[in-house]
């Protein structure tokens, strides 16, 4: 029920001054009414009218509500011993069963918050369900203190039809945001705080590795100092003691570690710092992490504060990193050489020995690509190929963070390597595929797939990968099919050109394993399929893991060979048939590969799918490269010797390209004949050259005056920009778990520069990256913001702009300071309970809530004290409705005239209809009997009153005695039917006379005479 109306615009009840005229003007146009309902036609249209000034004032209806809803806010963070956590579960249930109300509706919340705040189950009046374990805990990290995100969600939780009061328990040491802001607003609401402090339990002493202090950049060859801060806290209350353990510190760089320190220290109570030497050989970029383990872990309660780190940036000479074929290493020697006598340093990576991680290619300037595959090897278990991952970090160390990229050609690489699809041909300025047929044949992949029951698992779902890989790897203008075979053969995809590879995926994943083997019938299936497409590579991969049936699998490879085909075979496991896979492949003129580990057929299908790349190779010998357009990589060069082969591509349609130099052939589409091409790809270069180095197309390059000068202006072209970066400055501050970087620019006149395009990435300590925009924030100065969750060193690379160098920097984020050891912070807690909540009572602070049992001795955390909660409802639709039903019976109470004479007819029939029930069954039966009575009686006067017949006597004398003597009998009673008139009256009027009689009797007798009645009277 609600205490009280009111309204949200009562200045539209001004309105109600037009009721006088709604009055004046309804007497006019209802005078033909009578005079009552004319006023009461008046008077509902005054109603309707009210009504709709009610609803256009808004109306609402007020309710006040004797009902708490208490939110307990818990701690969960790291600051909060384990033990302590539990037992301020335990004190929430105990507090929620003493003293909540439920037969007020009390309502009870709980909500657990770490670095962000979580619902354990939201406000309501059920039992409280138990909570042994609190399950919202899975999506909170407790690395942090967020207790201004658990009281916003607390209020966001409170309902308005109950009065609120938070309870927090905590030590509140908050490491993000500040409660007090919001402590306010709830006050000013109403909203009343109760705090509950925890308090750690004491311990012996704690060390904390403070900080790891190094210059940011440093030169190579230059010794400085790593220092390193150590305090050995002692708690209030507990005993001052030393502690003992081992100091560590570590040096990395990519994946290499070095040892740089290790020694055991002694920590009297205090700060210590110890200083370590250091001494740089070689430009990189290192990350430094000391590490305290304690001897006596008594000695330390937190682990996660034991350990700090810094970083170093070392500048030195360009770095190129040059990545070759394990099977064909060697082949670039000469360049290096040349490259090293230009004072650069270069390290020689083999395709077998790859990267892993996004650290180990920042120390360089530029990655070389020279003529490596994508997979390579010759047996089975030793075929080595870049995984994507490998590939998205080359990738991603151009785009996202400058370093350049060369590409150098040769028989294995761009299309011709399996690099076709994948995202290195992304940043490339040229496509690895050639679509037009008549500029090179196109090429033809049959897969023949065992896909019997033995090759269910892991066996299928590498075939099935490996397809995909395959498939990918091809050009969209060459053709593909895939044949599955059990006991019987089936196409699974018919050969098709792979313009569309999503066809090939969904049917690829559609194989399952089932039936028996028999190779015979997929091989000749697959063979005939091939005969029917016109291809200048024809290349068929036959798969099986077990023994077939007998067949002709050698002779159909046999006769694949003499029709210009070729087959190679893969055995997969010890109970596959090598000696008839081996004899296939060679009767196929193909490769066998045995593998007994099922993840290698991948890399084995890659390197197979090159074969029908091959035409991508064209070798002219004396070819001599042409000028295309003037190029940066060109200048100062002239008379450029003459080159045997290269690897043809397909320039792309970008303004960002710049193509410096052709072939000669094809000489019909220069598109296709690209020699050397460029183009900015993110922060980096991308430079292509489709010819090699000197080892088997330039060879006469070697001795050419201009090698040198060529290609080491190719490489310093793409290199990362290492101009003066003295005209920008880079600042960085971490807070709330965000790193916020600040850039500042001069221009050459040493004011501010503006409109930058400034852009960063980030490595974090995990190697993942982060990319980030900075905008202008004021002359000169550009600002950006990007996460850091991770503790450790950040790598920063952020460019200003074309051609301006690549600022490198880097950032070291300590552990959060919940890993401090802090005391409880009980100001915080008081001032956030001594808010006084509008119109209600400050908050109380609750001691000893966590270890303390007596609950008469407890503060009742659902006392009153608050103000009323008032909910307020909307009633003005109703009221609308109302006035709406009002309407439709203003119109019917004007429009139908309804007359009243019926209800007297109702009246008169319902009388009789109840005398009727009255007198039952038995007066209609009283009736009945009544009524053949009275006709019984009138069949005997007819009888009576009927005239005798006439008798003819024999003698007048006889005849004259019988009429005396029948007058004799009649005498006494009438006689009026004799024949004749007797007393004046004949026969009709004595008989209307007893028709009147009878009707008069029956009159006084009260019945009414019945249709028979009638009919016989009649």
């Keep these: 029920m609600f205490s009280e109306i009111r309204f949200d615009s009562p200045w539209y009840f001004l309105l109600l001054l037009l009721i006088p005229i709604v009055i004046h003007l309804g007497r006019k146009s209802l005078s033909v009414m009578t005079r009552s309902r004319g006023a009461a036609a008046i008077l509902l249209r005054a109603f309707i009218l009210l009504l709709l000034i009610a609803a256009l004032a808004e109306t609402q209806t007020l309710q006040r509500h004797d009902r708490m809803t208490v939110i307990y806010l818990l701690d969960q963070s790291q600051s909060i011993p384990s033990g302590q956590r539990q037992a301020m579960v335990e004190y929430v249930v105990r507090e929620v069963d003493e003293h909540r109300r439920e037969a007020q509706g009390d309502r009870v919340g709980v909500i657990v918050f770490g670095d962000q705040p979580a619902i354990e189950f939201p406000p309501t009046d059920a039992p409280l369900p138990p909570l042994k374990r609190l399950s919202s805990l899975a999506t909170v990290e407790t690395d942090e203190t967020n207790l201004a995100g658990a009281l916003q969600l607390a209020q966001a939780s409170l309902q308005s039809d109950s009065a609120g009061r938070i309870v927090i328990v905590s030590d509140g040491n908050e490491t993000v945001g500040d409660a007090l802001p919001i402590a306010r607003s709830l006050a000013a609401n109403g909203v009343g705080i109760d705090v509950a402090p925890i308090f750690a339990p004491p311990s012996s002493a704690e060390v904390i590795v403070e900080k790891l202090t190094t210059p940011e950049t440093a030169r190579v060859g230059q010794t400085f100092q790593a220092s390193v801060v150590l305090t050995n806290e002692t708690p209030e209350g507990g005993e001052a003691r030393t502690a003992e353990g081992k100091l560590s510190l570590v040096?990395?760089?990519?994946?290499?570690?070095?040892?740089?320190?290790?020694?055991?220290?002694?920590?009297?109570?205090?700060?210590?710092?110890?200083?370590?030497?250091?001494?740089?050989?070689?430009?990189?970029?290192?990350?430094?992490?000391?590490?305290?383990?304690?001897?006596?872990?008594?000695?330390?309660?937190l682990s996660q504060n034991n350990e700090a780190t810094s970083f170093v940036n070392a500048h030195g000479k360009g770095r190129i990193l040059l990545i070759e074929d394990w099977e064909r290493t060697g082949q670039f020697s000469h360049l290096i050489e040349r490259l090293k006598r230009q004072e650069l340093e270069v390290d020689v990576q083999p395709s077998n020995q790859l990267f892993s991680s996004m650290a180990d290619l920042q120390p360089y300037d530029c990655v070389i690509l020279a003529d490596v595959p994508r997979a390579s090897g010759t047996t089975g278990e030793e075929i080595t190929s870049f995984s994507d991952r490998q590939i998205d970090l080359l990738v991603r160390n151009t785009q996202q963070l400058g370093c350049g990229l060369v590409i150098l050609g040769g028989p294995s690489s761009f299309g011709a390597g399996g690099w076709a699809n994948t995202k290195l041909e992304e940043a490339s300025p040229v496509r690895f595929a050639i679509r037009d047929a008549k500029v090179v044949p196109v090429g033809a992949l049959m897969l023949v797939l065992d896909k019997s029951g033995s090759m269910q698992g892991e066996k299928m779902q590498m075939t099935q990968g490996a397809a995909l890989a395959a498939i990918r790897a091809m050009g969209g203008a060459d053709f593909a099919g895939i044949v599955g075979f059990d006991s019987r053969a089936q196409r699974v995809v018919p050969i098709r050109k792979v313009d569309n590879p999503g066809i090939f995926a969904a049917q690829v994943r559609k194989l399952s394993a089932s039936g028996g083997t028999n190779m015979t019938p997929g091989v000749a299936l697959g063979f005939r399929d091939l005969q029917n497409v016109e291809a200048g590579v024809k290349h068929m991969i036959v798969l099986s893991d077990g023994q077939t049936e007998p067949g002709n699998v050698t002779q159909i490879a046999s006769d694949m060979r003499k029709m210009g085909m070729t087959v190679s075979s893969v055995a997969v496991g010890a109970d596959a048939d090598q000696k008839l896979m081996s004899t296939v492949a060679r009767n196929g003129g193909g490769k066998f590969y045995a593998v007994n580990n099922p993840k290698a057929i991948p890399r084995i299908f890659m390197r197979e799918a090159r074969r029908v790349a091959q035409p991508l190779v064209k070798e002219v010998p004396g070819m001599e490269p042409a000028l295309y357009s003037s190029h940066e990589i060109l200048q100062g060069i002239d008379g450029m010797p003459t080159f045997d082969g290269f690897v043809m591509t397909t320039v792309k349609d970008s303004p960002l390209v710049e193509v410096g130099l052709i072939a000669p052939v094809p000489k019909e589409h220069p598109e296709n004949a690209t020699l050397?091409?460029?183009?900015?790809y993110g922060l980096g270069r991308t430079v292509v050259f489709s010819s090699d180095a000197g080892a088997r197309w330039t060879n006469r390059w070697t001795e050419w005056d201009g090698y040198d000068k060529f290609f080491l202006q190719m490489i310093r072209y793409a290199m990362r920009p290492a101009g003066d970066q003295g005209d920008f400055a880079v600042a960085t501050e971490e807070a709330d778990g965000q790193v916020r970087v600040i850039v500042s620019a001069l221009d050459p006149a040493k004011e501010g520069a503006n409109f930058l395009n400034v852009v960063g990435a980030a490595v974090t300590p995990g190697m993942d990256s982060e990319n980030f925009s900075l905008t202008q924030t004021s002359p000169g100065r550009y600002e950006g913001t990007f996460p850091a969750r991770e503790s450790g060193s950040y790598f920063l690379s952020i460019a200003t702009g074309p051609g301006s160098p690549i600022l490198r920097t880097g950032v070291n984020i300590s552990y959060s300071a919940e890993y401090l050891r802090r005391p409880t912070n009980l100001h915080l807690l008081e001032q956030l309970a001594g808010n006084v909540p509008k119109g209600g009572e400050p908050g109380k602070v609750i001691a000893d809530a966590t270890t303390t049992q007596d609950l008469a001795s407890q503060i009742d955390t659902f006392r009153r004290g608050l103000p009323d909660a008032i909910s307020l409802q909307q009633a003005w639709p109703w009221v609308l409705v109302l006035a709406a039903t009002a309407f439709v019976g203003d119109v019917a109470f004007r429009r139908i005239t309804i007359g009243w004479e019926w209800l007297i007819a109702v009246w008169r029939w319902i009388g009789l209809k109840l005398r009727k029930e009255d007198k039952g069954d038995d007066g209609r039966l009283e009736r009945l009997r009544a009524t053949k009575k009275k006709m019984a009686e009138g069949y005997q006067a007819n009888a009576r009153f009927e005239a005798p017949e006439p008798v003819e006597s024999e003698s007048t004398p006889s005849g004259s005695q019988s009429s005396e003597s029948s007058g004799a009998q009649l005498g006494d009673g009438d006689t009026s039917l004799a024949g004749g008139r007797m007393g004046g009256e004949d026969y009709v009027s004595r008989l209307l006379k007893a028709k009147r009689?009878?009707?008069?009797?029956?009159?006084?007798?009260?019945?009414?005479?019945?249709?028979?009645?009638?009919?016989?009277?009649?």
Excluded: C, H, I, M
Aim: hydrophobic content about 30%; overall charge negative; charged content about 35%.
């Design 251 to 301: 040096r990395r760089a990519g994946a290499e570690e070095v040892v740089l320190a290790e020694q055991e220290v002694t920590l009297p109570p205090g700060k210590k710092v110890f200083s370590f030497e250091n001494e740089l050989s070689e430009a990189n970029f290192y990350t430094y992490q000391v590490r305290f383990t304690p001897k006596n872990k008594q000695d330390d309660l």
């Design 676 to 680: 050397l091409a460029s183009w900015q």
């Design 997 to 1018: 009689d009878a009707r008069k009797e029956s009159d006084s007798s009260g019945d009414q005479p019945s249709s028979e009645d009638d009919d016989f009277f009649s």
